[in-house]
């Protein structure tokens, strides 16, 4: 057993929950969504940024890694993000949820179809039962009000798009690395395409409206900056070492911490089909224990 990688994938999952719950409570507490993207991507390249510089490694602009940064930030980040926001409000939260959740499964198919790794029938066992054990999780975590509302086939088929884009970014960022460019150089890269982009919606919808966010929106915000760097080199590190797919499910340890963390700070009701499906969810990661890359 790799117990590095699964570590790491822990640690991984664990960072995608921290950034969910502090989007979660920095938007609640009142803070506008672009706000809160603008000024966390802004964070999170000043922070790569300022690391870089201490390495004395910036990121290398080339033709190669331009594009690499491009296609990575607009369809990594920025495309699935305004998806989400544009179809989160309009689908009965749980389905949203497990929608998104599906993003291992989309990557195991696409891996298989592109042959860039190999998907044996264990792999394939413990991706579904991941994928089952979140579903617990989101179930067993979800009020009533969050299995209500109608929705249209164009709704759901947009939310769709929001896995296969991730899936399809898992696998590019897999098999399309770029040689001499190491994960902070990468992320440092990434995060200022995405900045970019979400600087010009604001700069769109905006109206020249300027929000200075309070002492506890600033803490929910610092929050989401470094648990995004954190999760932003482990991913990377994670994809190119044990391949993509393996890296995806840290997604479902998101949804499981996500409920856990949930329960601990805001005293949210953990119901026996969440416990259930952490026990699956370990059984899942530990039938995808190794990895079986071809790259």
């Known amino acids: 057993m790799k117990v590095a990688a699964l570590s790491l994938l822990f640690l991984l999952g664990l960072s995608w929950a921290i950034r969910l719950l502090a989007t979660k409570a920095v938007i609640g507490a009142g803070l506008p969504i672009i706000v809160t993207v603008n000024l966390a991507s802004l964070g999170v390249v000043v922070l790569l940024t300022a690391l870089n510089m201490l390495r004395r490694n910036l990121p290398p602009v080339t033709k190669a890694t331009f594009r690499f ?36 499964i989309w990557t195991a198919v696409f891996a298989l179809l592109s042959g860039l790794e190999r998907v044996t029938p264990r792999r394939a066992v413990g991706i579904a039962l991941g994928f089952a054990a979140s579903g617990l999780v989101i179930v067993g975590s979800a009020q009533a009000s969050d299995l209500e509302g109608a929705f249209t086939l164009t709704t759901l088929t947009l939310a769709f798009a929001i896995p296969v884009f ?67 080199v482990l991913f990377f590190y994670l994809a190119r070492r044990e391949g ?23 005293g949210e009701d953990l119901h026996t089909l969440v416990v259930f499906g952490v026990v699956l969810l370990c059984a899942a990661i530990f039938l995808n224990r190794t990895t079986e890359s071809r790259n």
């Open 69 to 104: 940064y491009v296609v990575a930030g607009a369809f990594g980040f920025a495309a699935p993000f305004f998806l989400e926001v544009t179809v989160a409000g309009r689908l009965p939260a749980v389905v949203f949820v497990l929608i998104v959740t599906s993003a291992p």
């Open 166 to 232: 991730y899936a399809s970014y898992v696998l590019f960022i897999a098999s399309k690395w770029p040689r001499g460019v190491d994960g902070l150089q990468v992320a440092q890269g990434q995060a200022v395409v995405a900045l970019l982009g979400f600087a010009v919606a604001a700069a769109i919808s905006s109206r020249g409206t300027v929000f200075i966010p309070n002492l506890a929106q600033s803490i929910f915000l610092g929050l989401i900056i470094v648990s995004e760097t954190v999760a932003l």
């Open 244 to 266: 993509g797919t393996f890296a995806s499910q840290a997604n479902y340890i998101a949804i499981a911490a996500g409920a856990l963390l949930g329960s601990i700070f805001f």
